[in-house]
């Protein structure tokens, strides 16, 4: 565990320093509303491609590390090739969903939508290549092509754009649309060169999907609701038209992300290790559990403590002077919201990947049901400051009820304790 661990640390500690340039990059670059703009397509695009590819990491991580485990090739194509015709056929549907939604409901967003849904089929790719290659084995490669890969691209872009393009919003989501579908692309040539089985086209049969699909469904449900727990009130702050407070929100999110990167780290190599903990008895299970919640929240404790007390400075230094004071409250709310939730370590994790999920799924519903109602009127209330108090409640509120399902069910206390 601790070589995948520290492979896969090594990624995100190159990985999310780039992704903050990024939007460190376009906060200066465009102007508040425009930048307001680009991350509401963001995060319409990461909404919309729930149904494409939401449940596919994490039942392709199970499902190859289990026909790893047997030598089942059959098993390995299979899954595979029922993930690519799933990513195009649903695809195509989200895209024809958007443009009947931005002509006839959302005309004044219609541009911004069209773009993010261009962008779901890449970002399908992307989810199949990472489940493949975190089952496989290869969590660090996995996270590497969505965490080194892609910002790069992104501020290569960028740095050519500040040579005198125009600075709109636009311009800079086709760049993302680019380099999502490269990334897919070659992700997948990684699949092909790593993998122990060969990869061919196999279509499953009927008790296949039988059994892949309710799972599917059920991680697609969790992590859809993980998803929009955290992009609810961008979407609805940017359907809205207060870009401005999407911008703000933005910035508040990115820092924030600090706290939770641990924990990233930790849920994107830990998913065969439950499998086989799971396998050795609970207490391995618990044990693993703990282990995890304690390293994580050793290492996001000092994270939070600085954004808390040198938020502004910090903000003014990087995003700049226009973000200070409507960035750091929400800023400091988050980051309290993402140090309680790694208290708690996976818990949905846990359950995913015992099999359990549909427990995980009731839990995490009636969680967003509590989040949604508060972002939306804490949001149309107080603006970013109110939508980052309703996404903290949501956030921790998910994860109590979380982990209470996992004593219901597994009999034991995910985190720290």
Known sequence: MMKALASVSAVYVIGVPLALIVNIVLARWLPVEEFGQYS??????????????GGLPLLLTREVSTSLLAGNAPVFQ????????????????????????????????????????????????MAVGEGVLK???FPALAEATRQLAVPSILIVAALWLLQGAVAEAGVMLQFNLLAYLFVGLAGLWIVMQVSKFPVRPLLPGRAHLQAWGP???????????TILSTQFATLL????GNDEHVAYLRVAERGALLVAFPLMIINAIIGPRIVEANRAGRPALQALSRQSARLTLALALPVALILISLGKPLIGLTFGDDYVEGGYLPLVVLSVGQLLGVAFGSPALILMM???????VRAQATGLSMMMVSVTVLAVLFG???AAVGIAIGLVMTKLLVVLAVRRDLGFLPGVI
Do not use: K, N, Q
């Open 354 to 360: 015992t099999g359990h999920e549909r427990l995980g």
């Open 215 to 225: 799972a599917m469904l059920s991680f697609a449900l969790i992590s859809g609701m």
């Open 237 to 240: 702050l940017g359907l809205l």
């Open 384 to 386: 970013a400051d109110g």
């Open 135 to 137: 089952g496989a084995g």
């Open 78 to 125: 299979r899954v595979l090739t029922t993930s690519l015709v799933w990513v195009g056929g649903a695809s195509l549907v989200v895209i024809l969903g958007a443009l009947i939604f931005g002509t006839y409901i959302m005309p004044g967003r219609s541009s911004l939508l069209m773009m993010a849904a261009l962008m779901v089929p890449a970002l399908g790719l």
């Open 40 to 53: 509401f397509a963001i995060a319409a695009a990461t909404f919309l491609a729930v149904p494409v590819s």
